[in-house]
């Protein structure tokens, strides 16, 4: 018998004792995660994300204005009345008469087209064969078919968007409008 223990040929067990939760500490399962320091990378990571926000809201955006630009572009479109003449006045001064249609969003195209010309001096025989030319109290004008030139252009004019100031609806009981048909009338 061991004299130290009072038990015979046993060793004595030495245990530890139970860790037992300290006041301060909140049960395992009620505790909020760590903070953990952010590295470089999770730090690319968010920033990716606002630059993904930051490019849907410009995408979004652009698709906006392309909408609103694309119906303006259609409204002015439907203000050419295509069973009527046009009046197109150009930056350069130039004013054009014919049948006006949109081709593209920048681009108009003209046909059938006539301009002003001050008129020289001429017989009664050219003006009997030309039957555009009007006469006003100032002085004489004509309306020319575009065609007739020296470089010899074709009935169809290809406008640039930025060129054109303004355009109008002929009535066809006006002058230019009355003009234009007889010319065609006469080429039957």
């Not at 014919?98 to 920048?106: A, D, E, H, Q, T």
């Amino acid at each position: 018998m061991d004299s130290f223990s009072g038990r015979s040929g046993r060793q004595p067990v030495h245990r530890e004792p139970t860790p037992q939760p300290r006041p301060s500490e909140a049960p395992a399962h009620h505790s909020a995660p760590p903070v953990v320091p952010q590295s470089p990378r999770s730090l690319k990571d968010a920033s990716k994300g606002k630059k993904g926000i930051v490019l849907g809201l410009l995408l979004f955006g652009l698709a906006l204005w392309g909408g609103i630009a694309g119906y303006n572009e259609l409204m002015m479109s439907r203000l050419i009345d295509g069973g009527k003449y046009q009046a197109v006045f150009l930056t350069n001064g130039q004013v054009y008469f014919g049948k006006l249609s949109r081709v593209g969003g920048n681009t108009y195209k003209l046909n059938k087209i006539f301009y002003l010309q001050a008129a020289q001096t001429s017989t009664a025989e050219e003006d009997a064969k030309n039957p555009q030319k009007t006469s006003t109290a100032n002085s004489d004008v004509q309306l020319i078919k575009l065609g007739n030139e020296v470089h010899g252009p074709d009935d169809q004019m290809i406008i640039d968007k930025a060129q054109v100031l303004f355009y109008e609806n002929l009535t066809k009981d006006g002058k230019v409008s009355q003009s234009i048909e007889k010319y065609y009338a006469d080429k039957k």
